[in-house]
């Protein structure tokens, strides 16, 4: 469950509870790291002056790939997509970023 106030330009916004759930399923291979993510919510409302909006609802999935090229760098490929969404809330994202990576397990 989350909620906030804010104000914004002598504008008073509100977002009602939501419920929210996120799975992660992550496997990890010598070197190489996978990660399999899902997100949903559904309830939350905003209200703008008074004025309530429609609530809203998403469900998501990504990928996400780590891959190494040596033992201090990696690269990860990412991407996600909406499963279920309601107005304003639809969007896909592909990405790609180089990694350092430093500590006792290296």
Request: hydrophobic share 35%.
């Amino acid at each position: 469950m989350a909620g906030a106030i804010l104000v914004i330009k002598n504008r008073q916004s509100k977002r009602r509870t939501s419920n929210n759930s996120e799975r992660h399923r992550v496997s990890v291979t010598p070197g190489i790291w996978l990660g399999l993510d899902g997100l949903y919510y559904a309830g939350a409302t905003g209200v703008i002056d008074g004025n309530k909006s429609e609530s809203l609802a998403n469900a998501r999935i990504g990928l996400t790939v780590a891959l190494p090229i040596n033992r201090y760098n990696s690269v990860k490929l990412y991407g996600t997509t909406g499963l279920y969404t309601k107005p304003g809330t639809d969007f896909d994202q592909l990405g790609i970023a180089w990694q350092l990576r430093w500590g006792g397990g290296l």
